[in-house]
């Protein structure tokens, strides 16, 4: 279940003025929010890093693994590589046929931004998919030089550079495939001007706005609300040159970085 984006602006908005510490207006929120969103997405990485190190509890909902995974699980997708010029190209289409886009760029409209390879999956006329293994230069190269090693339809192997996939045997020119990771999408708590020119939530969320008056809700997992807003309050404290919000901010998140590792 994803976060609520008026909720967290409300609830920022709601701690900033409550002794007149300062207010955001939505364009900053939308930037700090979406800033916000992308740390704890990356902290999902390292954290993943730090359980596999240690042993994990067999009963259900308490594997931190498994919990980590499940709160990467709405930015996981795949498609179809493409092959041109002895290569594969990266999908330019998702599973839920949203256009993908790459280095950098900001999406917009029903694009998605890729964030990292998965699996490289081939898929032959007969017999059953095969994952094809991601080999380093060197060894890419090497293991071709013995019967013995060199890569088959049956065990493949690839090459990932510069964007494209170089996979061995030749012979494989299609049905490649691969899932990936995208990026959260950008938060925008849209609105329309009121009356007197305040801002009005509009909670339409059908596609993402190019007019800013159509929102986009956290893709985080909700037990990351109190987090984002913490982490959100902390940026604030910076905004508004409240040296006490970002003291107070600060501490809240590393006693919830504390209460993750203990």
Same mark, same amino acid.
């Given at each position: 279940?994803?976060?609520?984006?008026?909720?967290?602006?409300?609830?920022?908005?709601?701690?900033?003025?409550? /002794?007149?510490?300062?207010?955001?207006?939505?364009?900053?929120?939308?930037?700090?929010?979406? #800033?916000?969103?992308?740390?704890?997405? $990356?902290?999902?990485?390292?954290?993943?890093?730090?359980?596999?190190?240690?042993?994990?509890?067999?009963?259900?909902?308490?594997?931190?693994?498994?919990?980590?995974? $499940?709160?990467?699980?709405?930015?996981?997708?795949?498609?179809?590589?493409?092959?041109?010029?002895?290569?594969?190209?990266? *999908?330019?289409?998702?599973?839920?046929?949203?256009?993908?886009?790459?280095?950098?760029?900001?999406?917009?409209?029903? #694009?998605?931004?890729?964030?990292?390879?998965?699996?490289?999956?081939?898929?032959?006329?007969?017999?059953?998919?095969? /994952?094809?293994?991601?080999?380093?230069?060197?060894?890419?190269?090497?293991?071709?030089?013995? *019967?013995?090693?060199?890569?088959?339809?049956?065990?493949?192997?690839?090459?990932?550079?510069?964007?494209?996939?170089?996979?061995?045997?030749?012979?494989? #020119?299609?049905?490649?495939?691969?899932?990936?990771?995208?990026?959260?999408?950008?938060?925008?708590?849209?609105?329309?001007?009121?009356?007197?020119? #305040? @801002?009005? @939530?509009?909670?339409?969320?059908?596609?993402?706005?190019?007019?800013?008056?159509?929102?986009?809700?956290?893709?985080?997992?909700?037990? $990351?609300?109190?987090?984002?807003?913490?982490?959100?309050?902390?940026?604030?404290?910076?905004?508004?040159?409240?040296?006490?919000?970002?003291?107070?901010?600060?501490?809240?998140?590393?006693?919830? $970085?504390?209460?993750?590792?203990?």
């Amino acid at each position: 279940m994803a976060i609520n984006v008026d909720t967290v602006y409300k609830t920022v908005l709601l701690i900033l003025n409550k /002794e007149q510490r300062g207010y955001m207006t939505p364009d900053e929120f939308n930037k700090v929010a979406t #800033q916000v969103q992308l740390d704890v997405f $990356e902290q999902y990485f390292d954290d993943l890093n730090q359980q596999l190190r240690v042993p994990q509890s067999d009963y259900d909902y308490s594997d931190r693994q498994m919990s980590i995974d $499940e709160k990467l699980s709405p930015f996981k997708t795949s498609g179809d590589c493409v092959f041109s010029t002895n290569k594969f190209s990266l *999908p330019v289409l998702d599973d839920a046929g949203n256009d993908v886009v790459y280095g950098g760029v900001e999406p917009t409209g029903s #694009q998605v931004a890729f964030h990292s390879l998965g699996t490289v999956i081939y898929t032959p006329l007969t017999g059953f998919p095969t /994952e094809i293994q991601r080999l380093a230069r060197n060894e890419f190269y090497n293991i071709q030089k013995s *019967p013995l090693t060199a890569s088959t339809e049956k065990f493949p192997t690839y090459l990932y550079e510069g964007g494209k996939l170089a996979i061995s045997p030749s012979t494989i #020119q299609s049905a490649v495939s691969t899932s990936f990771l995208r990026k959260p999408k950008n938060i925008i708590w849209g609105f329309n001007l009121g009356s007197v020119g #305040q @801002y009005l @939530y509009s909670s339409s969320t059908t596609t993402i706005p190019t007019s800013g008056k159509l929102s986009q809700n956290f893709e985080l997992n909700a037990s $990351e609300q109190i987090n984002v807003i913490s982490r959100i309050l902390f940026y604030s404290g910076v905004i508004v040159r409240d040296p006490q919000v970002v003291q107070v901010a600060s501490s809240e998140i590393q006693q919830n $970085e504390i209460n993750k590792k203990s």
